[in-house]
């Protein structure tokens, strides 16, 4: 059975720190997505990292696999609350199999 | 606009009740999925259909049931069977199959048991 996990599970970091998120998973797969979810709301698609070695920015967030390690990471760099929300990575198989989520707060 | 819409915003059902919840998209998708996700975690697969009047099993279907007559919607209703139905509930769509094709998420129906 497929398994992902992220690491933290809650972080919780003061603004213009940096940090990483880490997504670990159990089978092959060369496709993820990373999500956000603000609170009571839907998910919001990040990145979609398609191949080894993909790396996506967008603002503060940076995402990137690593097929061979089962393994991808979205890096936060100089933090702000504006980023507090939780993120998940999903992992495609013949299906979408999710993380359990990082919940992130930013504190001034 | 294009988009998913999913309704009510929320639900609440006594015990013992069926109630369905509603998914349309005019995306012009053609595959169609429902999760369930539980206070702190992440979302689970309940239903998923990839061609009208087609659908199947994902890892929690017990208690839950779906239909697919139109390309548009994929309503699902929660029985009296499923034990602990209160949960936030997404509907979402690709244009194919998930291995090669990214979701789109609804804005959920938050489900609860009184």
């Known amino acids: 059975e497929l398994k992902v996990e992220q690491n933290p599970l809650f972080l919780s970091m003061q603004e213009g720190k940096n940090y990483t998120i880490y997504c670990n998973y159990s089978?092959?797969?060369?496709?993820l997505y990373w999500y956000r979810q603000d609170p009571g709301k839907s998910l919001e698609s990040l990145f979609v990292?398609?191949?080894?070695?993909a790396v996506k920015q967008e603002g503060r967030l940076m995402a990137s696999l690593d097929t061979k390690a089962r393994l991808s990471t979205l890096h936060i760099t100089a933090a702000v609350h504006d980023l507090s929300a939780t993120y998940f990575c999903?992992?495609?198989?013949?299906?979408?199999?999710f993380g359990t989520g990082t919940r992130l707060q930013v504190f001034p | 606009d294009g988009g998913i819409t999913q309704s009510p915003k929320y639900l609440f059902r006594k015990e013992g009740q069926n109630v369905t919840l509603s998914c349309e998209q005019n995306?012009?998708?053609?595959?169609m999925y429902w999760y369930r996700q539980d206070p702190g975690q992440g979302l689970r697969l309940i239903y998923y259909?990839?061609?009208?009047?087609?659908?199947q099993k994902g890892d929690i279907a017990e208690g839950y049931s779906v239909s697919r007559e139109k390309k548009e919607s994929f309503p699902l209703t929660v029985t009296s069977a499923q034990k602990n139905p209160t949960a936030f509930y997404l509907c979402?769509?690709?244009?194919?199959?998930?291995?090669?094709?990214?979701?789109?998420f609804g804005p959920g129906t938050r489900l609860t048991v009184l």
């Open positions: 979402a769509s690709s244009p194919g199959t998930p291995s090669y094709n990214e979701q789109f």
């Open positions: 089978t092959t797969s060369d496709r």
């Open positions: 990292l398609l191949s080894n070695g």
């Open positions: 999903a992992v495609v198989t013949d299906k979408l199999i």
């Open positions: 995306l012009n998708h053609d595959a």
């Open positions: 259909s990839q061609i009208v009047n087609d659908f």
